[in-house]
């Protein structure tokens, strides 16, 4: 799978979202489209199981998970890819 794939696959299983992953934009605000905080703490975690690492405290906020952009953009830089 690729990074986006499994993003998308994250979101679909731990995001709580009100409309399918599918239908959303890269840019598209996750809590806008019904993830809750709590379901974004989900996703972190189903994140750091998926790419094996963890998540700096730096980026504990909620403008690392407002967007599938947001949340590639932070993978990527804990991967190095």
Known sequence: M???????QVLADH???????DSLSDDTDLFGAGMTSHASVNVML???????????EKMLKKSTF???AAIRSGVLELTGG
């Not at 690729?2 to 998308?8: A, G, K, L, P, S």
């Not at 189903?46 to 700096?56: K, T, Y």
């Open 15 to 21: 995001g709580r979202l009100a409309v399918p992953v």
């Open 66 to 68: 407002v967007s599938i």
């Open 46 to 56: 189903a994140l750091e199981d998926a790419f094996d690492f963890e998540f700096s």
């Open 2 to 8: 690729t990074v986006d794939e499994t993003i998308r």
